[in-house]
Structures are given as C-alpha cells and as structure tokens.
C-alpha cells in the first residue's frame, strides 16, 4: 500500500510530526514527535492519563489529531477515508478489552476481515487463520465463541485476528491489564515471539519485563508529552528524568 | 498431610421431586399455604362457570341459531361463519389463492426457523425479494388468475396481510432511520429525529383517516389508489418511526469496543454495521421487537374506522346480523383467541431464539 511513487520509502513505519489534540478544552497531546523504523519494538508507558493509549490510536484513526502530521507506512493520514482505509488495512491492533466480535466463532473472527476488506477468498482466509491461531496456540478452539473462552484466550484470538490481515505494524493498547495474573504470561509469549520474527510494534504496557525482553526503545509518556526516551537497559538503569525515576520507583520497588 | 475426600451423599428425600417442589413453592411457610389455598379456590370458581359455557352447555353443530338449545355456547355461529371469518368476501371458489399464499409464507418462515435446513440466504432471499410478488399475484389476481379487488379482501386473511407487510416493510425503514438518528451527519440526523418524533406523536387512528380521508384531497383529480394500499403505506410508516426507537436501543447497548475493532480491521460503515453492530443488537432488541410486533399485529384492527373488514370488523358485521343476533360473545372470544394464538406463538418463537442466539458471556468490555 505504499505510495512510493510520491514519497520515497524513509525506512519509517510511522512518524509522528508535532502532534496535537485536544479533548474539548484538554489538551491531550502535546507536540508528539515520533519516528518508527520498520521492524523496530516501542514499548511505551507512563502514569494513567499521560495520553499514551490516545497517541496509539491516533496512528488508526480511532482518535483524530488535530494539528501536525501522522505518517503510516508512506501513507499520510488525513480525512480521506481512502487513506484512513489503507492505513488501518496495514496496522493491527489488539486492545486492552480484546473487543472480539461475541456473536462470530473464534474463526469466524479471523477471517471475518480478511474476506470482506481484502477480498481472499473464504478457504484461503480460513487456512491463513488456522495457521495464526496455531501460531497462539489455540487452533481447538476455533469452533467455539468468544465468550466461551478465558481471558488469556480470548487475548490471543485477537492477536492471531490482527496478524490475519498481515499488517506491517501492530497496536497493542495495555494488551494485559484487563486480565487475570495468570494468564498474562501466555498473551506475553506470543507477543515476544512476534517480536523476535521481525514484526514492527508499539505496545502500551506495564510489563516492564516485556520491555527489558524485546523493545529497542522504550517512551515515557506524562502529561501528554513525551519525557523521554531510551533504550531499555539505559531507560531502567539510568533514567535522566526526575518524573521517570519516580515513576519507575512507583512501579518497580514492590 | 493428606486428606480424605468425603463421600458424596443423595439430597434429603423431601427436598426433591414432586414433593420437594410443593414444598418449596407452594406451601412455603403460613403466607404461602394460605395464598395457593386461596388461587385454587378462585380458579375452582371462577372457571368452573367458563368451562360450563364454553364446553359443557356449548353446541358445536347445526346450520341456524336454532341448533343453540343448550343455554351455553353457541359455536355453530363461528362455524357457519368461519368462511367469512378468515376470507372475507373473497369469491368462493378462489380462496384456494390465499390458503396457497399463506401456506408458502407458513413453509418459509419455518425454513429459516429451522436451524437444521440449509440455503438459508437462498430462502431469505427468496421471502423478501420473490415471494412479496407470488403472494400479490396470487391474491390480487392477473397473469390468467381472475382478478381480486382489495375490497373484497377481509377477515383474518387482511389482518394477515395488515401485519405482515407492515412488519416487513417498517422495520429495514426503522433499521434506516435508527442509524440516521445515530448518524455522525447532521442533516441526516435531523431529518431522522423529526421523522421519528412526528410520527410517534400521533396516534394510528389519525394516521389512518389521514390516509383514507384527507390523502384523497389533496390529490390531483382521478388520481385515486387503493384504500388498502394507503392504510398499509400509514401503517408502515408510523410503525417504522417505532422500530426505528427500539433498534436505536440496541445500538446503544452495543460497547465502543466492538465499534473500534471493526474500524482498526479496516471494515466500512456498512460493512462495521451489516456484519458486527446489527447483528448484536438485533439479538439484544429480539424482546422489544417482538413485543412492537405483536402491538403491531393487534393495531391493524385498528383498520375498522377506515371500513376495511379486517378480523374483527368482519366478526363484529357479522355479530349485528339479525339471522346471529344475541351471540357477539362467541364473536369476540373467537376474535380474541385467534389474536392471542398468533402472539403467543411470536411471543414464544422470540424467546427460543433469545436463547438459541446466546453465544456464552459476550464481551467483558
């Protein structure tokens, strides 16, 4: 979907250039400037509130900026629904709720976008479908509804739903705060193992652990702005910023 | 340490069974003892006299108010009449045309009720886009069938036709205007919201005699169409500002989330609202739905004042003729249980759906 004919391929997945929004009077987003490399791992946290879940999904178009300019895979968004179109058919997203669709089977989830957005083939979605929920483990259960599985499950069914449309670049919006401690570790496996195949990410998310694991950089986000950022060992051990040492002492010191 | 599992021991004999439930719904405690004791005695006496009128003393047969000698019932009135009854005064002979029509509708409908046949977009397809022009042929006449006009049409066959197009017909229109109401555009949204509001702050009956009265007016000299086209076009339209409100409810019940999901997977408007919201919120609207329908099945015996002799216009002519006069009771109760049957029956489809449509515990968000 590149539009390599106007725009020469920078290297960049998404860019961000003095990104602004507001929500009524709030000013949400402040002056965000963000440069993704293909195939590079963000893992971006920050205090509740600091607009770090809004930034993600400005990249979508599930939130409108306001001012500056967003960039996804060569395309401009703008309000063009053909753009907006082309970018969320390249951009997965996995949210914090899961968001699967209760009245489809987990198959039916996956291949549901495939069919009618890309226009495959039934047998061709379903054998690419089967092959993601292989890959997260759970292809017996792809007869079932979503609502008949747990949480951890019901996490990777989105996943696998994403990866069927075979974007360039994944969301993932606090991919493990709605679910039970045990089974966060099962939706963090496959996300790493995303990771170390190459695919380009950005993960809101509290796992510190995750971060040390897989991110090339790690953003802190408050107050709408990005405070800083780094690379995970430098981020963790030697942060420059008074408000990320607090925050890092606030979760890190239990 | 370990422990030892306890054996797993049978319920005590008088929590179970037939006895264990009385226990526990019918004489649980003084208050409950007391008021079981006191509904039986209602119904003893209350019913006794009814199944005395209607069944005892009741006659079944005869050709003339003369055969009713019993002092209960008289049923002959209903079977002498029951031609009229369902046909009105449809020619004789042709009435094999409105059995055929119904029958075919009858066989759809438990097709696509039927979760085990397949071809159910075939068979869909077919009811709305195919049948509607069998079933006017058939009734209407044409194509080499002798030609029926609509004011002959009557009985419990136009109540039918009464309801089932405007239950066809108003709710893709309420569907349409629900999601204008919700619509992000402004224009479409206030014409949506007027729609609904002027049409729901009238009632049915004016809507009627605007159409069968004042519509007329205002039309250009020797323009006339039919009487039962007008009232089924009022019909459609008031009822589809009603619809419109119930699925409006159902949008709403359905979370942002699955909103976002459909559009972070690229799907458009249409597809985001054929393919995941209205499914959804169909499922959640089944009660008031069908509740709105079955209002709108007894409403269209609201045609009477217009002088279509829909069901119970048509019993009710026939109550006043002097050959049956004296027997408009029998009239009514028929009229009554043929009206409550047809809802009892969408009233009980509508829940085996609610509960064949669960899918387990939905979405946590």
Known sequence: MTDTATRPDTGLMVEMRGVNKWYGEFHVLKNINLQVKRGERIVI???SGSGK????RCINRLEEHQKGEIIVNGVPLTHDVKKIEAIRKDTGMVFQHFNLFPHLTVLEN?????????KIPRREAEATAMRYLERVKIPDQAKKFPGQLSGGQ???VAIARSLCM?????LFDEPTSALDPEMIKEVLDVMVELAQEGMTMLCVTHEMGFAKTVADRVIFMADGQIIEENEPHEFFNNPQHERTQLFLSQILNH | MKYENQPTLPPPANTIGVIGW???HLFHGPLSTLSTLLLAYLAVVLLGPLIQWAFIDANWVGDSREACTAGGACWVFIEQRLGQFLYGFYPGDQTWRLNLSFVLLLGLILWLAIPKLPAKTWVAGFTLLVYPFIAFLLLRGGLGLEPVETHKWGGLSLTLVLAVVGIVASLPLGILLALGRRSDMPIVRTLSVIYIEV????PLITVLFMASVMLPLFLPEGVNFDKLLRALIGIALFQAAYMAEVVRGGLQAIPKGQYEAADAL????????????LPQALKLMIPALVNTIIDLFKDTSLVLIIGLFDLLSIVQAATNDPKWIGYATEGYVFVALTYWIFCFSMSRYSLYLEKRLHTGHGNRA
Request: aromatic residues 10%; positive net charge; contains cysteine.
């Open chain 1, 45 to 47: 946290c920050g205090p």
């Open chain 1, 53 to 56: 879940s809004t930034m993600i």
């Open chain 1, 110 to 118: 996956c291949v549901l976008a495939p069919i009618w957005v890309k």
């Open chain 1, 154 to 156: 019901q996490q990777r």
């Open chain 1, 166 to 170: 075979n974007p360039d670049v994944m």
């Open chain 2, 22 to 24: 009385a226990r526990k």
């Open chain 2, 199 to 202: 049409w729901r702050g009238v």
């Open chain 2, 266 to 277: 690229g799907l458009g408007y249409w597809q985001k609202m054929i393919l995941i919201i």
